[in-house]
């Protein structure tokens, strides 16, 4: 029998991380049209409302269903706007491992929302589900992506030469791909306990059986 992650939701003290809704689908397009999305990511360009809607209606659902990981849809805790999003996948439950992958829409950048966002998916995945590695890998250019595993916490474990393929604009305007290697970081239960005081106590409540 295949193990699952509950459909739940992760509250912090500015985000709710949440199962994505019906509702989302134009901010979540908006969102991943965004150039630096598409430049970093392996989503289509450009990101219509019809491929937000394949996402959130049907491949995210199964992504828990199937027992391979789980999505979040994150948001602001007052507003209640689409922030972003935190996909753990690449789930191996013997090992109890998985990888995060994140988003965040131009508008909520520089307000350290993928850090809080992404600690807390991480502190809910040890704690509660008892996971004993978090995973990030990032593209050897993307400086921003780095900066979130520093600060929640990860270590560099090493570089995956020319194993992934990032894009670029070229001058008509149109992209191409570009090959790229990527940096290797984990988390681990115990890197937490040696996070600075105010990060390790931003904290999180979840919970289960969201709706």
């Avoid at 699952?4 to 049209?33: C, G, W, Y």
């Avoid at 307000?111 to 004993?132: C, T």
């Avoid at 290797?184 to 059986?209: C, K, N, Q, R």
Wanted: include cysteine; charge should be negative.
């Amino acid at each position: 029998m295949t193990s699952t992650f509950p459909e739940t939701s992760i509250s912090t003290e500015r985000l709710v991380l949440r199962p994505l809704e019906e509702a989302d689908i134009p901010a979540f397009a908006e969102m991943m049209n965004d150039e630096l999305v598409a430049a970093w990511t392996s989503v289509p360009a450009p990101y219509t409302e019809d491929d937000a809607r394949e996402w959130i209606t049907r491949r995210a659902p199964a992504e828990r269903t199937g027992g391979r990981g789980i999505v979040f849809a994150v948001t602001e805790f007052l507003t209640q706007r689409l922030v972003g999003t935190v996909h753990l996948g690449g789930v191996d439950w013997r090992v109890r491992s998985a990888e995060a992958a994140y988003v965040i829409a131009p508008w909520a950048r520089g307000e350290g929302y993928a850090a809080e966002s992404v600690l807390a998916a991480a502190q809910w995945l040890f704690q509660d589900q008892r996971f004993e590695r978090l995973e990030i890998r990032t593209a050897a250019d993307n400086t921003a992506s780095q900066r979130v595993a520093q600060k929640i916490g990860c270590v560099s474990e090493g570089v995956l030469r020319n194993a992934w393929i990032a894009r670029s604009r070229t001058e008509d305007g149109g992209w191409t791909d570009v090959r790229t290697d990527l940096i290797v970081w984990s988390l681990l239960p115990e890197d937490l306990d040696g996070m600075p005081e105010e990060t390790a106590e931003a904290g999180y409540s979840s919970y289960a059986e969201w709706r």
